[in-house]
């Protein structure tokens, strides 16, 4: 069995999140998707779970991060060209998310973000390898 990730996101309003992640193309695993948490399907081996407040206390006795105040992770994921980035953020932004940071072009690497509804930061990165540039050491 392939190594599976599963990150866990507190959300304030459960059925909004998952409303704002479907329209951006993505779906969600009903195994593992209730009133209390909704599992993003990112790909095969990448899964979010989008964790109500209330629950997502009962796995930690720290406080819960304000993500519109501070930031606690920038959630990276790779997509296959660069006119993907602009429309996953075009997407994003249609859908109720902003984006706090201009778009980074280092021609290998292009990458975009969002800060979703609940303040989370999200990236989309396209990088072309065959233009990665060769470190000397």
């Not at 599976?4 to 998952?18: E, G, R, T, W």
């Not at 796995?59 to 606690?72: H, L, R, S």
Request: with cysteine; charged share 20%.
């Amino acid at each position: 069995m392939a190594t599976q990730i599963f990150v866990n996101l507190p959300v304030k309003d459960l059925k909004k999140s998952i409303e704002f992640f479907t329209s951006l193309g993505y779906s969600f695993n009903p195994q593992f998707t209730n009133d209390m948490a909704g599992s993003l399907v990112i790909s095969d081996t990448i899964f979010f779970m989008l964790v109500t407040e209330p629950f997502f206390k009962t796995f930690t006795k720290k406080e819960i991060a304000d993500a519109t105040k501070v930031t606690e992770t920038i959630n990276c994921i790779s997509l296959d060209s660069r006119e993907a980035v602009d429309e996953m953020i075009a997407k994003a932004v249609a859908a109720g998310a902003t984006t706090p940071n201009d778009k980074q072009d280092h021609g290998w690497m292009y990458g975009w973000g969002f800060q979703d509804l609940d303040g989370h930061l999200w990236e989309f990165a396209y990088m072309d390898m065959s233009q990665l540039p060769q470190h000397v050491s």
